[in-house]
């Protein structure tokens, strides 16, 4: 059971990037799903998560507005898409994928994590 995020890369603030993070093995459609960022300097904090089948889905008070998270079960697929992006959004984000089918804002509750993409928002 693998996750492959990509999408990262360099961008001035105001832009946009959107990341993707694809699953493979029988690991996602029943998933909760999870994206966390790591700032230089910084611990790993949550940005979003979604419950399995999207009806529930939770954000980082500081991106809320700005991210979205959503999925695509049938390609195995969640993205986190980032608008009005700040040099404070600098980081490595890694998706995850959740214990049960619920959303979640807490690492513990992820047990597979993908390699994380970088994201580099210049002023």
């Known amino acids: 059971v693998q996750l492959q995020a990509s999408g990262g890369g360099l961008v001035q603030a105001g832009g946009s990037l959107r990341l993707s993070c694809v699953a493979s093995g029988r690991i996602f459609s029943n998933n909760g799903m999870g994206w966390f960022r790591r700032a230089p300097g910084k611990e790993r904090e949550f940005v979003a998560a979604?419950?399995?089948?999207?009806?529930?889905?939770r954000y980082l008070d500081s991106v809320k507005g700005r991210f979205t998270i959503s999925r695509d079960n049938a390609k195995n697929t969640v993205y986190l898409q980032m608008n009005s992006l700040t040099p404070e959004d600098t980081a490595v984000y890694y998706c995850a994928a959740g214990r049960t089918a619920f959303s979640a804002t807490i690492e513990t509750y992820y047990r597979v994590w993908g390699q994380g993409t970088l994201v580099t928002v210049s002023s």
């Open positions: 979604m419950s399995w089948n999207g009806s529930n889905t």
